[in-house]
């Protein structure tokens, strides 16, 4: 029953199933009542505590203060709708909690963690058959928004969530050793990069460029004796596709990258002449670039004046009118320099964590969590996607993963015992590795093929998807105005 809930719950948080809510109870009331029962009915007295929780706790009561301060200090604001989502996003992270202290066993871990990994495949294929389906073969600067909704700020986060937990992906891809399991994630590693691509979201690519990169240098030795043949293969394959990459990737998606889509006439009353040349009257930035700049300060403005308390949960979209498109501008103006160092720490720590798993039976976990962080980081220097209920619950599921690997690593610590049963290191035969060298280029083979017949498959012409330009959603709560930023 436990192992069904946590699936359910994996898989709902980013796809948002349309589950129906009955009576008149919204789902993750549901779940919370059932993780509540599963917490209180079988916690693990073993557990032991991994070294981020304590800047878990602190930011969530930093967050809570933001909050608080907010209702009593702000007027005009609809505390109602404020109010109940903040309910929403603060109880996200007590999926962590639960489940951190009640999973038991390993296979148990591997169950979740497999589902997890599915239901980012399932992410990264949605949002890439939307965005073939949207003008064909990636034309017409058309953005996919995957299963997270319409327009483009859905895109900025599909794009957001799988620049963060793509690498993930990656490093499972590096360290299973069974080939069906390899070729699996091998696909879902091509559906989520192919998915990034169709959001058209830079700050996505750029994140997700990073922490491959930075996934490779940190764990370059871990990944190389887990498979020396594929870390060779992967790695050169990187380096040619970085060098020739203007060569394969779509004109369409050359052209976002390099910001050559002209805005209307409207919108050029957004631009910042910070950004603009006295003499020419030309600008130094595209006008996406420069609005966010503009938005940015204007964030900044808010933490300025309130330096140490920030101005309360929410009001930067309210007073603004606008996003910030920065989740750490976002978190200066709602909860100060506290909430900044705070937030600050967790990162930190939790790429800390992931470098103690390193070298354990759970290095996949240890590797993909460090990758994680540089896209997590990244992604936040552009979005606000962390107060982002489809993104921010698949985080607190994956800390809950590295809190139950370090337990039980911890735990064969101090017994004096490995766990595994296997020895760390097993030499592998001639024969054994001439194997595993036909299986990679097979792999190779295989996932090639299968890329190359999804690049240029034309489906039909479809509707639904937000262009990159001349799209104006409803502001969020608070001032009416138009959102200034696209991508």
Not at 35 to 61: A, H, M
Not at 139 to 145: E, G, M, T, V
Not at 249 to 261: F, H, M, Y
Not at 282 to 295: V, W
Request: hydrophobic share 50%.
């Amino acid at each position: 029953m436990k192992k069904y809930v946590f699936m359910a719950l994996i898989f709902y948080l980013p796809l948002q199933l349309k589950l129906p809510n009955w009576p008149h109870f919204p789902v993750i009331n549901i779940f919370a009542v059932l993780l509540l029962g599963i917490f209180l009915s079988g916690r693990n007295d073993r557990f032991v505590k991994p070294v981020f929780e304590t800047p878990v706790i602190v930011f969530l009561l930093v967050w809570l203060t933001s909050f608080i301060y907010a209702c009593i200090f702000t007027d005009g604001m609809p505390r109602i709708e404020i109010a109940r989502e903040f309910k929403r996003l603060y109880l996200l992270p007590f999926i962590y909690f639960v489940m951190s202290r009640t999973i038991k066993d390993r296979n148990e871990l591997k169950w979740l963690f497999w589902t997890f990994l599915a239901c980012l495949t399932l992410c990264g294929q949605n949002t890439y058959y939307n965005g073939v389906l949207a003008g064909a073969n990636f034309a017409l600067h058309k953005r996919s928004s995957g299963p997270f909704g319409w327009g483009w700020q859905a895109s900025d986060i599909a794009g957001g969530f799988l620049a963060t937990f793509t690498p993930v992906l990656i490093s499972y891809f590096f360290f299973v050793r069974k080939p069906l399991f390899k070729l699996g994630s091998a696909i879902g590693v091509g559906l989520c990069g192919l998915g990034v691509l169709c959001t058209y979201s830079r700050g996505s690519m750029m994140a997700l460029l990073f922490a491959c990169v930075g996934l490779i240098i940190v764990g370059g030795r871990d990944l190389a004796r887990a498979s020396k043949i594929n870390f060779l293969v992967i790695l050169i394959g990187l380096i040619m596709g970085g060098v020739m990459w203007k060569a394969w990737v779509p004109q369409s998606i050359i052209a976002r990258v390099e910001g050559t889509i002209v805005a209307d006439e409207e919108e050029r009353q957004y631009m910042d002449s910070a950004f603009t040349d006295s003499d020419t009257g030309e600008s130094n930035l595209d006008l996406s670039s420069q609005l966010r700049m503009h938005a940015w300060r204007q964030g900044l403005s808010f933490f300025y004046t309130h330096p140490l308390t920030g101005i309360g949960f929410r009001q930067v979209q309210y007073q603004l009118g606008h996003d910030p498109h920065n989740g750490f501008v976002l978190i200066g103006g709602e909860m100060g320099i506290v909430g900044i160092l705070t937030f600050a720490w967790l990162i930190l720590a939790v790429t800390r964590q992931g470098f103690q798993l390193m070298g354990t039976e759970f290095n996949y976990l240890g590797v993909g969590a460090v990758g994680m962080m540089i896209g997590f980081t990244t992604v936040n220097m552009f979005y606000s996607n962390f107060f982002r209920d489809t993104v921010v619950g698949s985080f607190w599921i994956m800390l809950a993963f590295l809190a139950v690997a370090n337990s039980f690593v911890r735990q064969e610590g101090a017994s004096g015992s490995d766990g595994s049963g296997e020895p760390a290191e097993k030499k592998m035969t001639y024969a054994e590795y001439r194997k595993r060298y036909f299986q990679s280029i097979v792999l190779a083979l295989a996932a090639t093929g299968i890329l190359t017949a999804a690049m240029f498959s034309r489906p039909p012409e479809h509707t639904g998807v937000a262009a990159v330009s001349g799209a104006a959603p409803a502001s969020p709560v608070g001032n009416p105005g138009k959102e200034l930023i696209a991508g």
